[in-house]
């Protein structure tokens, strides 16, 4: 048996012929991979899931609640927003009206709203984290997305969701 290895080759005219889109093809990859990169993501300049929510004091005071972060969440389905309570007394008072929940404001002014608030149930106590959870239909938000959270007449953002 013979054990060489058949000889294999390419004509001159394929190699032409193949190099011009192959070429272009890895050079229009390599021109969107340094597009997203100067971009800094989906998100735009900065945009990287988890950069920090800017302050707002008039919602810390008037609400008793500081918003830490969006997170898409349960395979894009839901949205976590997490707050930390600053007053307890003020941040109940905001989950008991459906006027002061915090509504989110995606792209296109898409809102996501809540009806009943599915929200940390225990007792809210000052410095501690609590959430509350969004219906996220189709999609309307995602993660690398900038949205704006109000709360009452306050409107805070743009928050880069997780």
Do not use: C
């Amino acid at each position: 048996m013979n054990d060489a290895m058949p000889s294999f080759s390419i004509s001159p005219a394929v190699r032409r012929a193949w190099s011009v889109p192959l070429t272009g093809l890895l050079l229009g990859a390599l021109i969107l991979a340094a597009a997203i990169v100067h971009r800094g993501g989906p998100g735009g300049p900065g945009a990287a899931p988890g950069a920090p929510v800017p302050p707002h004091p008039a919602i810390e005071a008037a609400y008793g609640v500081r918003i830490d972060r969006l997170v898409v969440t349960a395979d894009g389905g839901m949205v976590d927003l997490r707050y930390t309570v600053v007053d307890p007394d003020r941040a109940q008072a905001m989950m008991n009206r459906l006027e002061t929940l915090p509504v989110i404001v995606g792209r296109g002014g898409v809102e996501l709203r809540l009806g009943e608030a599915m929200h940390h149930k225990g007792e809210l106590i000052a410095g501690r984290s609590a959430f509350i959870l969004y219906a996220n239909a189709g999609s309307a938000v995602r993660s690398g997305d900038r949205v704006w959270v109000r709360v009452g007449a306050q409107r805070l953002g743009p928050i880069v969701v997780w």
